[in-house]
């Protein structure tokens, strides 16, 4: 009996135990529940703006001259004049003369061809009397049933006449290259130039190709402009193909900027294999003034065609190299999308959309990881200050109407 009721005391404890144990869960307090708002991703934005633009194509170069020359002496001789104008850095109208070389040999020279020349005439006045007289003497033989133009040709003395008619042709070709020498004592500018380089001065003595003075072409001067085959395609180009327009030039000496305006008058044809990059040549003309001088380094900007309808958007707002996202209103909640568009020109942090974009769309600027199409956000505008920072212009524009 007691182990029967020692079984039925644990029985009873284990109920009583289960009751305690249902009735603590049954009364146990319940916190209320509240749903949890959601929130959402901050994203900024900005609005696309449409614009006509030309983009300013960046390059750099050098100021040259159209025309650089070397002056040598083509005949010997002493210098025995030397023009005030013949200094470094001075400007020479064209064909002054610079240098005065001793003519007294080429006088000689000239008198005695002019001797020869006539020394040759008259050997040739007597091979036609002679001729004469052979004819002469040809017609006299009544027994002769031929005329004098078919006798032989020693008999008319043709070869003898040939033989002095080129002997005055030489001595007169001999005269001209005396008198021509003298005038080469005479070295000049070949147009109007400024002298860079002179190598001679009085009193020294001149060999044939011995050089005397380096000059280049006083104006116009000329910038040669490289422009990667990429942006050729941005350029105006003419009938040939070829491009053409203005180009920008600026140069900084020392706290003073320097500004021009040049055309592009050509290009060199042929694209350059390490750079792939094709030079245009640009003119500055005289009008511009004398701060532009040969050997002066420019930036230059060249301008290219019009588009219509682009948008400038910041580099950020790429998903990847085509792609932007949108943000569009759905039912009172802003959602992301992405959108594929088509890129026209990048500079800097700026890339310039030609099409893909409408007037007022507002594009998302800040990155979304794990981008879900539709993805709801909460969309922020930059303001006027925050969006002219996230973008640098580098076009020449009109606002489209």
Same mark, same amino acid.
């Given at each position: 009996?007691?182990?029967?009721?020692?079984?039925?005391?644990?029985?009873?404890?284990?109920?009583?135990?289960?009751?305690?144990?249902?009735?603590?869960?049954?009364?146990?307090?319940?916190?209320?529940?509240?749903?949890?708002?959601?929130?959402?991703?901050?994203?900024?934005?900005?609005?696309?703006?449409?614009?006509?633009?030309?983009?300013?194509?960046?390059?750099?170069?050098?100021?040259?001259?159209?025309?650089?020359?070397?002056?040598?002496?083509?005949?010997?001789?002493?210098?025995?004049?030397?023009?005030?104008?013949?200094?470094?850095?001075?400007?020479?109208?064209?064909?002054?003369?610079?240098?005065?070389?001793?003519?007294?040999?080429?006088?000689?020279?000239?008198?005695?061809?002019?001797?020869?020349?006539?020394?040759?005439?008259?050997?040739?006045?007597?091979?036609?009397?002679?001729?004469?007289?052979?004819?002469?003497?040809?017609?006299?033989?009544?027994?002769?049933?031929?005329?004098?133009?078919?006798?032989?040709?020693?008999?008319?003395?043709?070869?003898?006449?040939?033989?002095?008619?080129?002997?005055?042709?030489?001595?007169?070709?001999?005269?001209?290259?005396?008198?021509?020498?003298?005038?080469?004592?005479?070295?000049?500018?070949?147009?109007?130039?400024?002298?860079?380089?002179?190598?001679?001065?009085?009193?020294?003595?001149?060999?044939?190709?011995?050089?005397?003075?380096?000059?280049?072409?006083?104006?116009?001067?000329?910038?040669?402009?490289?422009?990667?085959?990429?942006?050729?395609?941005?350029?105006?180009?003419?009938?040939?193909?070829?491009?053409?327009?203005?180009?920008?030039?600026?140069?900084?000496?020392?706290?003073?900027?320097?500004?021009?305006?040049?055309?592009?008058?050509?290009?060199?044809?042929?694209?350059?294999?390490?750079?792939?990059?094709?030079?245009?040549?640009?003119?500055?003309?005289?009008?511009?003034?004398?701060?532009?001088?040969?050997?002066?380094? *420019?930036?230059?900007?060249?301008? %290219?065609? =019009?588009? /219509?309808?682009?948008?400038?958007?910041?580099? +950020? !707002?790429?998903?990847? #190299?085509?792609?932007?996202?949108?943000?569009?209103?759905?039912?009172?909640?802003?959602?992301?999308?992405?959108?594929?568009?088509?890129?026209?020109?990048?500079?800097?942090?700026?890339?310039?959309?030609?099409?893909?974009?409408?007037?007022?769309?507002?594009?998302?600027?800040?990155? *979304?990881?794990?981008?879900?199409? %539709?993805? =709801?956000? /909460?969309?922020?505008?930059?303001?006027?200050? +925050? !969006?002219?920072?996230? #973008?640098?212009?580098?076009?020449?524009?009109?606002?489209?109407?």
């Amino acid at each position: 009996m007691k182990k029967l009721f020692k079984i039925l005391i644990g029985i009873g404890v284990l109920v009583a135990g289960f009751a305690i144990s249902g009735l603590l869960w049954v009364t146990r307090p319940v916190p209320e529940k509240t749903e949890q708002a959601k929130s959402l991703m901050v994203v900024d934005f900005i609005e696309t703006n449409l614009k006509t633009v030309s983009f300013e194509i960046p390059s750099q170069g050098i100021v040259e001259a159209h025309r650089r020359s070397q002056l040598a002496a083509e005949v010997p001789g002493k210098i025995v004049y030397v023009d005030p104008l013949f200094e470094v850095g001075q400007a020479v109208p064209a064909n002054h003369t610079l240098i005065r070389l001793d003519d007294t040999d080429f006088d000689a020279a000239i008198a005695q061809a002019e001797a020869t020349l006539a020394d040759t005439e008259s050997a040739l006045k007597i091979e036609e009397a002679r001729r004469d007289q052979a004819q002469r003497d040809w017609e006299r033989d009544s027994g002769r049933n031929r005329e004098f133009d078919e006798a032989p040709p020693l008999v008319q003395r043709l070869p003898q006449l040939k033989s002095a008619l080129a002997h005055v042709e030489s001595a007169k070709k001999s005269v001209e290259k005396a008198i021509q020498d003298k005038t080469r004592t005479d070295i000049k500018a070949p147009y109007d130039s400024i002298i860079a380089v002179k190598y001679t001065e009085l009193g020294s003595y001149l060999a044939p190709g011995v050089m005397v003075a380096e000059v280049f072409e006083s104006g116009p001067y000329e910038v040669r402009l490289p422009v990667s085959v990429d942006e050729l395609t941005h350029l105006e180009l003419d009938k040939a193909g070829d491009p053409t327009g203005f180009a920008k030039l600026s140069a900084t000496v020392g706290s003073k900027v320097l500004n021009w305006e040049a055309e592009i008058i050509r290009n060199e044809g042929e694209i350059d294999r390490q750079t792939r990059s094709l030079y245009l040549v640009a003119r500055i003309e005289n009008s511009f003034g004398t701060e532009a001088r040969p050997g002066l380094f *420019v930036s230059a900007s060249v301008t %290219g065609k =019009p588009y /219509d309808s682009v948008a400038a958007i910041p580099f +950020e !707002a790429f998903t990847n #190299l085509n792609q932007v996202l949108v943000i569009k209103e759905e039912d009172g909640q802003d959602k992301l999308y992405p959108r594929d568009v088509e890129v026209l020109y990048r500079d800097s942090n700026t890339v310039y959309v030609g099409s893909g974009l409408n007037e007022g769309d507002r594009v998302c600027i800040t990155e *979304v990881p794990d981008l879900i199409s %539709g993805l =709801p956000v /909460d969309a922020r505008p930059l303001t006027a200050e +925050e !969006a002219s920072e996230e #973008l640098t212009d580098n076009t020449t524009s009109t606002s489209k109407p």
